[in-house]
């Protein structure tokens, strides 16, 4: 592995490890907040004012900073893998934590992300190298990846306006999966956004371009979609 390989493997890991944490500490002032409001599930807001919850965010915005940066130093398939590892985090303290017991499946699920994460990271290919943001603009503009964006927001606004108001708050899999798909849109802009800091601290402007200010309205817009839907999912079904 690279130097810069190297880098984005430890970001990537700390990132998981903020990340899982977040989601318990998150969880913990939702139901807090849910004993003296109307549930996130049911359209409230009063998570908002609980410092739970905000804890939770913080530990969440260190992690995704984390993740921000090892996306500038490593290739997205050796970076986005290492995301599982945050279910392990997330499942342990939800044992100790929340008093949610890890049954047997739970168990192989997370033996399972640690293999496959494994895997690809001792098999992650080398980045190519981009010299602009201009670069990834022309592998975004790629009709295969237009298809691939087009499709993921046709599902994704079926999702929002047909299914969220019937069956939101009974199956969680329809938040997870706006979530999902928001994600892997999320993962495209962050990739181009950090590649662009990381020229732009090596003395080679990119905010200059156009196409950056594109891609970090991309992972801003991306970013508060998934946040609201993530918060609207049942903590009693979690």
């Not at 977040?22 to 609980?50: H, V």
């Not at 290492?82 to 017991?101: P, Q």
């Not at 969220?164 to 938040?175: D, K, L």
Request: glycine share 8%.
């Amino acid at each position: 592995m690279s130097s810069d390989n190297i880098h984005g493997l430890v970001l990537a890991v700390s990132s998981s490890i903020f990340i899982g944490s977040s989601y318990i500490i998150k969880k913990k002032g939702l139901n807090k907040s849910g004993e003296n409001g109307t549930r996130a599930s049911q359209g409230g807001y009063s998570y908002l004012y609980e410092p739970w919850w905000w804890a939770g965010m913080i530990t969440m915005i260190v992690g995704e900073v984390a993740n921000f940066a090892a996306y500038a130093y490593a290739p997205a398939i050796l970076v986005t893998p290492l995301g599982a590892l945050s279910i392990i985090f997330s499942a342990v303290l939800a044992h100790f934590i929340l008093k949610e017991k890890l049954h047997i499946f739970g168990i192989l699920g997370c033996a399972l992300c640690v293999v496959g994460s494994t895997t690809i990271v001792l098999h992650a290919p080398q980045e190519r190298n981009i010299e602009s943001v201009e670069d990834v603009w022309q592998l975004a503009t790629e009709p295969g990846f237009l298809v691939y964006t087009c499709l993921v927001v046709i599902v994704v606004s079926v999702l929002i306006f047909r299914y969220v108001p019937r069956y939101g708050q009974t199956h969680m899999i329809v938040y997870v999966g706006i979530c999902s798909l928001m994600g892997s849109l999320t993962v495209m802009g962050v990739k181009a956004v950090g590649i662009g800091l990381k020229l732009s601290f090596e003395g080679m402007n990119q905010f200059k371009y156009y196409q950056i200010w594109v891609f970090t309205l991309v992972v801003i817009f991306c970013c508060l979609l998934q946040l609201n839907y993530l918060n609207k999912v049942n903590v009693e079904n979690i």
